[in-house]
């Protein structure tokens, strides 16, 4: 028997309702209609009262967690799409991630965001929004790639004091399963070697280190050992993982699915050029989604964002400076 992300994501929301009086999960045809993904299916049968329908409206809905939040609940907010949540973003960055610092009362919320791109969903439904919340001090943005994190991160999430702002990738609810679920998980902030290599470093996080591990594969058949590894969060972002990576290849690059400016990628080529340049042996490089919005068209959004063929084609450039 086989487990999927999403149902991990199920999973991990049942046992906290289970196991946390306190908890409650808030959010647009979440109740009987089990969520657009059916992330919350059949859980406010199981739990009368406890998830809840919202109207639609992100402000709002934000607006009520962070007041919950105050009187002692732990919310667990599910946006429709992670686009959407740019409707709510005032009460994520200016009350939620500043709560704790004005008034000394913690702020448990956890915001699941629906995050990346699948084919045909185009432009306002596939954003990566894990560098512009993690701008923002205060946040905690978690990235899980695979089904055990799905899984232990969120209920590590709805564990922690702090705001938790969860980009769960939308390609892997169906296209990725686990035999079992996790006992025991790295603890959130912890980077993991998702493959290990000697000439290569790539970082990597959510859907893409799948295509990263595949394009190491590939470049394995050509004698090349390439390390990977998954940063699991992005804030915080677990810089040493990276830099000993670093310094076992020599040579790092970075790939996101989230657009170059600014992003997730950039900080950790700015990191390692700060505190390990001398352990490089090549310029770091990095390889992100296309700057331009998310295309529909199938074949389109498949040459936007990254894919084995390009980090393959990335990697043995870097690999041959």
């Given at each position: 028997?086989?487990?999927t992300y999403l149902e991990a994501i199920r999973e991990a929301q049942a046992r906290a309702l289970k196991d946390d009086p306190r908890v409650f999960i808030y959010g647009q045809d979440v109740g009987a209609f089990g969520g657009a993904f059916k992330a919350t299916k059949n859980l406010a049968k199981e739990f009368p009262g406890r998830v809840l329908d919202s109207p639609i409206s992100e402000d709002a809905m934000m607006g009520l967690?962070?007041?919950a939040a105050i009187e002692g609940l732990r919310p667990i907010i599910e946006m429709q799409f992670a686009d959407?949540?740019?409707v709510g973003f005032n009460q994520i960055v200016n009350q939620a991630a500043t709560l704790f610092w004005r008034t000394n009362v913690p702020c448990p919320v956890t915001v699941r965001l629906?995050?990346?791109?699948t084919s045909g969903s185009g432009p306002f439904h596939s954003q990566m929004m894990e560098a512009i919340y993690a701008h923002y001090p205060g946040l905690i943005v978690?990235?899980?790639a695979t089904v055990e994190d799905a899984y232990s991160m969120l209920?590590?999430?709805v564990a922690i004091d702090d705001p938790v702002i969860f980009c769960e990738h939308k390609f892997l609810y169906y296209h990725l399963k686990a035999d079992k679920l996790p006992d025991t998980a790295?603890?959130?902030g912890k980077a993991r070697i998702a493959r290990e290599g000697r000439d290569l470093t790539i970082v990597t996080y959510s859907a893409m280190v799948h295509e990263c591990v595949a394009a190491a594969n590939e470049l394995a058949s050509e004698g090349w050992q390439i390390e990977v590894v998954d940063l699991r969060s992005v804030k915080p972002l677990d810089t040493d993982t990276v830099i000993a990576s670093v310094a076992r290849t020599g040579r790092l690059l970075c790939v996101g699915e989230a657009w170059p400016w600014g992003?997730?990628?950039a900080e950790v080529i700015a990191r390692v050029a700060s505190e390990g340049y001398e352990l490089l042996d090549a310029p770091p490089q990095r390889l992100n989604a296309r700057n331009t919005p998310v295309p529909y068209h199938p074949n389109l959004w498949t040459a936007h964002r990254p894919t084995a063929r390009a980090v393959v084609s990335a990697a043995r450039k870097l690999l041959r400076t």
């Open positions: 028997m086989s487990i967690a962070v007041g959407f949540s740019t629906p995050c990346g791109g978690l990235t899980p209920l590590e999430a790295l603890p959130v992003g997730v990628t």
